[in-house]
């Protein structure tokens, strides 16, 4: 069985500048997918970013990218030139093969102006 | 077709009744997954259906729920007798063939069992 650990339950940024948010797992598949995504208040789950276990090269979508380290079994989610809209609840998430996804239990993130 | 929908988004209920939840994928996606997710936790897996084939349950599936994904298009989640603890966001994914296994997320539905 695989676990996920958010260590942080609450981090804040202020607008502009750079957050990171930590996530941990443990698993003995070699072969996985993790994900972070963005939970805003009262609105569904949308995908952030996506990271193949088996690809060294770091994920990055614009002003998201990811640090995995896969021997340490860390994946850490950086929002640089934070904005007000990036406020929500992030969660980080190990996926197998078959999709069976197993979260962490969510970094609520405040931006201040 | 604009993404996973589910119905009802709210649902109230007395404890001991009988309760279903529907969810309607991506059209084309093959793959459909529920959770449930409780105040201030990520989302736990419930179980996944590939076309309508249930392939998998989480044990947190207890013999009073039960779902189905007849036609392989939408699925339903029905639990019975319900039980104050039943208490929770229910999530509805999919996920398209051949994909990175980026799943789609439903609104979902909140269910409040009193």
């Known amino acids: 069985a695989q676990t996920v650990t958010q260590s942080q339950p609450e981090m804040s940024v202020q607008e502009a500048e750079t957050v990171t948010l930590s996530c941990t797992y443990d698993?003995?598949?070699?072969?996985?997918?993790l994900f972070w995504y963005k939970q805003p208040p009262s609105r569904q789950m949308i995908l952030v970013i996506r990271q193949e276990a088996y690809k060294q090269q770091n994920a990055t979508e614009n002003r998201f990218s990811v640090n995995f380290q896969k021997a340490a079994k860390s994946f850490s989610l950086k929002i640089s030139d934070s904005q007000l809209g990036d406020a929500a609840m992030y969660f980080c998430a190990f996926v197998t093969n078959a999709g069976k996804s197993t979260f962490g239990d969510g970094t609520t993130l405040t931006v201040k102006p | 077709d604009t993404g996973v929908s589910q119905n009802p988004r709210h649902k109230i209920t007395k404890r001991g009744q009988n309760v279903t939840f529907r969810c309607d994928p991506i059209s084309e996606h093959n793959r459909l997954y529920w959770y449930r997710q409780t105040l201030g936790q990520g989302p736990e897996f419930l179980t996944y259906?590939?076309?309508?084939?249930?392939?998998?349950k989480s044990r947190l599936l207890s013999d009073r729920f039960s779902a189905e994904r007849p036609k392989g298009s939408f699925s339903t989640l029905e639990i019975q007798r319900t039980e104050q603890g039943d208490s929770a966001m229910y999530l509805c994914?999919?996920?398209?063939?051949?994909?990175?296994?980026?799943?789609?997320f439903g609104p979902g539905t909140r269910l409040t069992v009193l």
């Open positions: 259906f590939q076309n309508e084939a249930q392939l998998e």
């Open positions: 698993t003995s598949e070699s072969d996985y997918y």
């Open positions: 994914a999919s996920r398209a063939p051949l994909s990175y296994n980026e799943q789609f």
